[in-house]
């Protein structure tokens, strides 16, 4: 008998429960199952096969699903984010799964069958009782609609333990399915007649005609949506002929793309600076030596990072290897597409949860395939189903939203980016013009390799900063909010039919209470 250990989506003590598989089913380890967990059915993961039961009398696995699994190394992965952010491994090994794979069933309500309904219950649960009384069968969820969702499940809990419920849950492996689209082409037997359709259809047969004589105008197959708006086709036209034998209907799937309509910029390859010149040789002898190591591109804004980036992936795709791009936020993520897109044209997938369901699956099987190598977007793209990565790049590294605080697992994806790379033995390659204190230290201990890039690329160089003392202000009298050189500042450019933009270091509050007469900052006594 074979046993599987399975993580599974529901609050437990437990990171994973013994499973019994039965013979009937054909599973192995990293793949989606469905399983009994008390009265409910949940999704779990199968983390390890074998033949011995981690508890006694296991439960029998439901269902598997066939379409994916988790690799080793993913799971590898989870592991190590479940120990390191405390998190149920669920949590952890779900940062894996493709988008639109169903996480809970489907929940149905149904009469029992009993007449008599015993005492003891609440006016609440007597009202649940007459509705699904009412209905024969309802979903969970429209109960919950109709009586609020507090305390629903526990009044339903109650009523299934009575007897006087039966609940029932329907799984399902996917709520996205794949958008596909009907290839209508030509059969021999028509290419032979040519012209002459007389032979095949009668001459009343309009519709049937029409569609054969645009065929024929073409050199190739025409989708099914084309001839529905060119002239209105329905199925049943194309039924008749492909039952007549006159085509051949072949189903094709529609790639759902968020950069269709990309227009990337110029592929040409600049020539490096000096300082581009040395940190490029440094990165790429180590990308070459096979070996895990961390580089920190510490250049100021508009030094060229991003060339290096595209650099460290063209080297990475040359070696018949993958890379990931991460960008802090999804706004960014669109204006790195259109650099990468235009060095690697037809190799980008673009990954975040501002895409449309159907768009971020497309966008996943694409680099599952192998389609995609280069992948771009925020944290959630460190989890996409790379095939043999060869380099991992964080661009502005120090930004907090790479940390995830929201739901479980509540990962750093830097922490979680540098142990993916030290397992896979390949780059890291972490970019800011301020680099996060943490990291820089690292650099400076030896922990990460530091590159500078310490001038832009243009002649216009860094703009002029100038420090103002607002405590000297106050001290000349000047009680404004605004410094005296600002405020002069500001009158030059308005004068010029300028425009002017002040940043605030604080949004609603202020840091600190400070005497506009002495300048004195009152702090608290404790």
Known sequence: MLYAEVA?????????????????????EGQPVWVPFGPRTVRGIIVRLGAVPGHESPRAILSASSE??????????????AERYLSPLFSALSLFLPPGVERQPDTYLAPSGKEDIPGGLSERQRKLLQLVASRGRIALKDVEKAMGKRRTSHDVAILVQRGLLRR????????IGERTDLLVSLSQRVREAGNDL?????????????????LLSLSGPVSFEDLRVRFGTQRAVLRVLERKGLIDVHERRIWRSPLRAASPRSSIVPRLTGFQARAWKTLADGMRSGLYREYLLFGVTGSGKTELYLRATQEALASGRSAICLVPEIVLAAQTVDRFMGRFPGRVALLHSG?????????WERVCRGDASVVIGPRSALFAPVNNPGVIILDEEHEWAYKQDDVAPRYHARAVAREMASRARIPLLLGSATPDVETFDRALQGGA?????????????????????MRNELRAGNFSLFSRVLLSAMREALG????????????????????????HVFACPR
């Open 8 to 28: 599974v989506n529901a609050p437990a003590g437990r990171s994973t429960y013994s499973y019994a598989v039965p013979e009937t089913l054909s599973v192995r």
């Open 68 to 81: 994916f699994n988790l690799t080793a190394f993913q799971i590898g992965i989870a592991h190590w984010t």
């Open 168 to 175: 029932e849950d329907v799984t399902r492996e996917r709520r």
């Open 198 to 214: 007389t032979s095949v259809v009668p001459r009343t047969a309009f519709r049937q005609r029409e569609v054969l004589e645009y």
């Open 355 to 363: 895409l449309a369901p159907g768009e971020q699956l497309d966008e």
């Open 449 to 469: 390799q530091l590159l500078e890039l310490p001038e832009r690329i243009s002649d216009g160089g860094l703009p002029l900063i100038e420090l103002v003392d």
């Open 496 to 519: 010029r039919k300028e425009q002017i933009l002040l940043f605030l270091n604080r949004r609603g509050t202020a840091t600190l209470v400070q005497c506009r007469r002495c300048g």
